[in-house]
T-cell receptor
Framework: DSGVTQTPKHLITATGQRVTLRCSPRSGDLSVYWYQQSLDQGLQFLIQYYNGEERAKGNILERFSAQQFPDLHSELNLSSLELGDSALYFC?????????????FGPGTRLTVT | GQNIDQPTEMTATEGAIVQINCTYQTSGFNGLFWYQQHAGEAPTFLSYNVLDGLEEKGRFSSFLSRSKGYSYLLLKELQMKDSASYLCAVRHNQAGTALIFGKGTTLSVSS
């Protein structure tokens, strides 16, 4: 158990819908990262927040957005869902925003778009 | 941008030694990570290299050559539970801590 929690574990929804994935980082960690893992693309970095502020952006689509709240939990919002958005979404956390830091991954949310 | 290459699949037998290679191209190198991921589970941290040379951690070792853009993960005394995907990753950029992952190498260990 990494100490990072994600809800829900599974999510099934239809194309065109909007969903929200939630992540709580390890106690004391200020950085939260979101990754998407699909079979053909591997693990892809989407976005990072540090202490409530956006820190880095990866391959995040405009239909996707995220935020980090004052209690440091984070939410990833996915809208206008397409079949290709079906994937495992991982949240990870670390203590710092810079330097060599290990990231701790949550168990993931499996999203299926039908 | 970054580019990371790893073999897609490897097979080995219990008790053997296996080496998983990773080559990378990055605009600003700032460390290389190895993660292990069992199917359907979260990646877990194995090792981190920022200087050239070998880092040993029990049955696992990781090597880095910055001039060659090359790393490998060495797994000794293989066990069935080592069957997993092994992901090589570099930093998203020099300042940040987000990681860019390779597509991973699926290792199958048989008895």
């Amino acid at each position: 158990d990494s100490g990072v929690t994600q809800t829900p574990k599974h999510l099934i929804t239809a194309t065109g819908q909007r969903v929200t994935l939630r992540c709580s980082p390890r106690s004391g960690d200020l950085s939260v990262y979101w990754y998407q893992q699909s079979l053909d693309q591997g693990l892809q970095f989407l976005i990072q927040y540090y202490n409530g502020e956006e820190r880095a952006k990866g391959n995040i689509l405009e239909r996707f957005s995220a935020q980090q709240f004052p209690d440091l939990h984070s939410e990833l919002n996915l809208s206008s869902l397409e079949l290709g958005d079906s994937a495992l979404y991982f949240c990870a956390s670390s203590q710092a925003a810079g330097g060599p830091v290990e990231q701790y991954f949550g168990p993931g949310t499996r999203l299926t778009v039908t | 941008g970054q580019n990371i290459d790893q073999p897609t699949e490897m097979t080995a037998t219990e008790g053997a030694i296996v080496q998983i290679n990773c080559t990378y191209q990055t605009s600003g190198f700032n460390g290389l990570f190895w993660y292990q991921q069992h199917a359907g589970e979260a990646p877990t941290f194995l090792s981190y290299n920022v200087l050239d040379g070998l880092e040993e951690k029990g049955r696992f070792s990781s090597f880095l050559s910055r001039s060659k853009g090359y790393s490998y993960l060495l797994l000794k005394e293989l066990q069935m539970k080592d069957s997993a995907s092994y992901l090589c990753a570099v930093r998203h950029n020099q300042a940040g801590t987000a990681l860019i992952f390779g597509k991973g190498t699926t290792l199958s260990v048989s008895s």
